[in-house]
């Protein structure tokens, strides 16, 4: 079994920056796969950006590619580095993770285990 707890949304004007952060309960995440996802109102979650800690292969959805950044620390810690902030951004962001079996995937389906959701708003 995996917790995982987001923390670090919040609100911010467009243009700016905030960092979220994803601790999961499981020592040695090596073994998994962890991920962001994010949900606007009225739409269908999507992915932002995956991580391997297995490796430390990553992957980022193209629309948020160059403003974003993932990483992770052995710490069992999962990041979201996000900057230059834009309205549609807006959203909440949950964190993911899937024991590793040697690929990244972006589908919300594959992943076991899931944070409560951290909520992003960004104004315009």
């Known amino acids: 079994q995996v917790q995982l707890v987001e923390s670090g949304g919040g609100l911010v004007q467009a243009g700016g920056s905030l960092t979220l952060s994803c601790a999961a309960s499981?020592?040695?995440?090596?073994?998994?796969?962890m991920g962001w996802f994010r949900q606007a109102p009225g739409k269908e979650r999507e992915f932002v950006a995956a991580?391997?800690?297995?490796?430390?292969?990553t992957t980022i959805a193209d629309a948020v590619k160059g403003r974003f950044t993932i990483s992770g620390d052995s710490a069992d810690t999962l990041y979201l580095q996000m900057s230059s902030l834009k309205p549609e951004d807006t959203a909440t962001y949950y964190c993911?993770?899937?024991?590793?079996?040697?690929?990244?995937?972006?589908?919300?389906?594959?992943?076991?285990?899931w944070g409560q959701g951290t909520q992003v708003t960004v104004s315009s």
């Open positions: 993911a993770a899937k024991p590793w079996r040697g690929r990244l995937t972006k589908s919300s389906s594959e992943y076991d285990y």
């Open positions: 499981r020592r040695n995440p090596g073994n998994y796969l």
């Open positions: 991580k391997s800690f297995s490796g430390g292969s």
